[in-house]
């Protein structure tokens, strides 16, 4: 198996005034590729030597780095790796799903320290900030001191235009509308200090995968996430798109054509919401496809006919983005099972070589790494990204 390749961040600035900038950089660097010696750092950062030694000093004071086991060379002293604390920052992340909600405690490299599960029939307002008030108490008891003082905020993942979503989750129009006026940072300050950020659900399982999954290995990608509904997002030049108004990469509204010539969205027929109904129409307690940990053996049959019919769509929805941007890879996540994500790339993967690709260069399909946590994962970062690290990975090359 080939090794994936990791490229390194754009140089860095020794003026003075500017040392938060270098921060952010060697911390991104040290995120992206892992431990490596100051000499390292200062030849990839463009820094001097002498400004990464003060500035890996000052990290680890804060608690921020860790020094790592010597490594001795064939020459010289052994130099001594730096890497990220993984409890050197934590944040929360909270993703708003059709049946349920997850609140994840994360630490500076992605791992999930603490997670806490609801479900519903639909998530309403009040439900979602209670969830969060007692999740974020019930956590916090199982810290130290030193480890809540080290929270840096809260990113919820939520779809676009949350309060547009009554007529697919099928709850009362007045109740759901209520989303329209729902002031995230107010409502949570009034049980937390700590900051707020909202991104789309889809974008912050992107950010994740990106992040802390395979995203380094690809410069161009789309990323298609498929739980209750399917959505996307979409990297460019190593860095998440969000877009003008955040809703880059809606994948799930690309266009497609139904047995009777009637239009139709990627969301109509390749989510699990399409599943799910079929469990319904023959008495299956649909909750087995959300149960945790996931294992949909049972329900295999039906499972089956849905991975079939997702990966023809998915086949054409991935040559319809390539269409517009020459991505050299489509990546597919998901909430389901590793055995049916893997599954799934297969099978799309069969049926890309079957669609008209005139003009076209098909792109690789690859299977995600981070499984159903993605979006509250991701959600997590953005804290930590806003105030720790580079909101950007332009420029990376091979380290």
Request: proline share 5%.
């Amino acid at each position: 198996m080939s090794v994936p390749k990791i490229r390194s961040l754009s140089g860095g600035v020794n003026q003075s005034g500017l040392r938060d900038y270098n921060e952010r950089l060697l911390l991104s660097m040290l995120l992206r590729s892992g431990p490596m010696p100051g000499s390292d750092l200062a030849r990839h950062a463009g820094l001097s030597p002498q400004t990464v030694s003060v500035i890996l000093r000052k990290l680890q004071q804060d608690g921020l780095l860790e020094r790592g086991e010597p490594q001795r060379g064939r020459v010289g002293k052994p130099s001594v790796p730096m890497g990220l604390a993984p409890g050197g920052v934590l944040s929360y992340g909270l993703k708003i799903g059709r049946r349920s909600a997850d609140l994840v405690l994360i630490g500076f490299t992605g791992g999930i320290r603490h997670q806490i599960n609801t479900t519903y029939d639909y998530p309403m307002p009040d439900n979602i900030f209670s969830f969060l008030e007692d999740g974020i108490e019930t956590i916090t008891a199982k810290l130290t001191s030193n480890e809540q003082s080290r929270i840096c905020g809260i990113g919820f993942a939520a779809p676009f235009e949350l309060w547009n979503w009554y007529d697919l989750a099928g709850a009362p129009a007045e109740e759901f509308i209520s989303w329209k006026d729902v002031n995230f940072q107010e409502r949570v300050s009034r049980f937390s200090a700590l900051p707020a950020r909202v991104v789309n659900d889809a974008t912050a399982a992107c950010k994740a995968e990106h992040v802390y999954g395979r995203g380094k290995e690809f410069r161009d990608y789309a990323y298609f996430f498929i739980s209750a509904f399917v959505g996307g997002g979409v990297v460019l030049n190593h860095s998440v798109f969000e877009g003008h108004q955040g809703n880059a990469g809606a994948l799930g509204s690309l266009r497609s054509i139904g047995p009777n010539g009637e239009s139709r969205q990627l969301i109509d027929i390749a989510s699990i919401n399409l599943l799910e109904r079929r469990l319904q129409q023959v008495e299956i307690d649909p909750q087995i496809l959300w149960q945790q940990p996931q294992d949909w053996s049972e329900i295999s049959r039906y499972v089956e006919h849905w991975v079939g019919q997702t990966a023809q769509e998915l086949a054409k929805a991935a040559l319809s983005t390539c269409s517009v941007i020459d991505f050299e890879a489509i990546m597919i996540d998901g909430s389901f099972p590793e055995n049916v994500r893997h599954e799934l790339v297969e099978r799309t993967q069969r049926y890309l070589i079957n669609q008209d690709t005139r003009g076209l260069i098909p792109p690789r399909i690859e299977a995600g790494s981070i499984g159903g946590n993605a979006r509250a994962i991701g959600a997590a970062s953005g804290p930590i990204f806003s105030q720790f690290l580079l909101n950007t990975n332009v420029g990376l090359a091979t380290v």
